[in-house]
């Protein structure tokens, strides 16, 4: 599966059944379902999960939080756009 796939992939019901964890939160995040996105990934005890969870937390204001997950993560919060935080992230799953 392509970035152009897994984003064509947010037009259906459910996520496509052949892909991570880690794309199925991103995907549940893309369709809009913060909650569904934060269920799906809190409980994944590795640096790619943190990531995600990082992200979620910026998205929902709480930087502190995100800090947080950013440093699990080994990463720095960016300095761009949370879509563009998405779409590296996808890409860099896929």
Do not use: C
Not at 10 to 37: C, F, M, R
Not at 52 to 70: M, Q, S, V
């Amino acid at each position: 599966m392509n970035y152009d796939q897994f984003h064509a992939s947010l037009s259906e019901p459910t996520p496509p059944s052949n892909i991570s964890v880690y794309l199925q939160a991103l995907w549940h995040e893309g369709k809009g379902d913060w909650d569904a996105s934060h269920e799906t990934i809190q409980d994944v005890p590795d640096k790619t999960a943190s990531w995600i969870h990082a992200y979620l937390h910026r998205k929902e204001g709480d930087t502190f939080n995100a800090n947080y997950w950013y440093n699990k993560a080994g990463k720095r919060m960016p300095g761009y756009s949370l879509d563009q935080e998405w779409e590296e992230i996808v890409k860099a799953l896929l």
